[in-house]
């Protein structure tokens, strides 16, 4: 079993609907969570952390429930740039470094 | 920016070949992750380096290694290159090593093993 799984999509959406994706990692011990968004052929990067109280940027939700070990990103009021994979990972802040654990992505793309 | 800075960009060797990949942090930043990510997958920690020690490794084989220097360069090394290594190699910087800091990636190496 892989330790943050992912839908891999893709997911194909027209402008302005909300979209929602969900990840789920095997680690209890994990620490900190975070949603990356990865364009083709260029690096992640961070679109937000996720925290149990659930945090949102905009028109983007995160939330995180421990209990269940499992973290949803939802997209509202999707843009054409929007279309990208989005990573769901996960840090478990061990003793063994700050590592951080990536799903496989759930690619996203937004059509007009 | 993240100001994270990698190269090459993009680099072609053969098997059994030895490569060697480099990163420059962010100013400050006392901590360098290494990934590789192959085609259709998420990242996969290699290894991770804090003040010129090695304090964390993934499921790699010794072959890949690393260094870290003071200004805040670093390098990923791999020998006996085989196809499988083909990817894309990033690094990350945080300025600390505890788990709430945030990675910033470079660009990322693509290699090409033939």
């Known amino acids: 079993r892989k330790e943050v799984e992912q839908d891999p999509g893709p997911f194909n959406v027209p402008e302005g609907a909300t979209v929602a994706f969900n990840c789920t990692y095997s680690?209890?011990?994990?620490?900190?969570f975070f949603w990356y968004r990865q364009d083709c052929r260029k690096e992640p990067k961070l679109l937000m952390s996720?925290?149990?109280s659930g945090n949102e940027d905009g028109r983007f939700t995160a939330q995180l429930n421990r209990a269940s070990q499992y973290i949803s990103l939802l997209i509202r009021d999707s843009k054409l740039s929007d279309s990208a994979t989005y990573l769901c990972v996960v840090n478990i802040g061990s003793n063994a470094g700050n590592m951080l654990t990536f799903g496989g992505g759930t690619r996203l793309m937004v059509k007009p | 920016e993240t100001g994270v800075t990698q190269s090459p960009t993009h680099l072609i060797k053969t098997r059994g070949q030895q490569v060697t990949l480099r990163c420059s942090s962010q100013s400050g930043h006392n901590t360098v992750s290494w990934y590789q990510q192959a085609l259709g997958q998420g990242p996969q920690f290699i290894f991770q380096?804090?003040?010129?020690?090695?304090?964390g490794r993934g499921n790699f084989p010794p072959r890949f290694s690393g260094l870290q220097f003071p200004n805040y360069s670093s390098e990923l090394n791999v020998n006996a290159l085989e196809l499988d290594d083909s990817a894309l190699y990033l690094c990350?910087?945080?300025?600390?090593?505890?788990?709430?800091?945030?990675?910033?990636f470079g660009p990322g190496t693509r290699l090409l093993v033939l």
């Open positions: 990350a910087s945080s300025p600390g090593q505890t788990y709430q800091e945030t990675q910033y």
């Open positions: 380096y804090y003040r010129e020690e090695e304090n």
């Open positions: 996720v925290y149990s």
């Open positions: 680690n209890s011990a994990s620490q900190s």
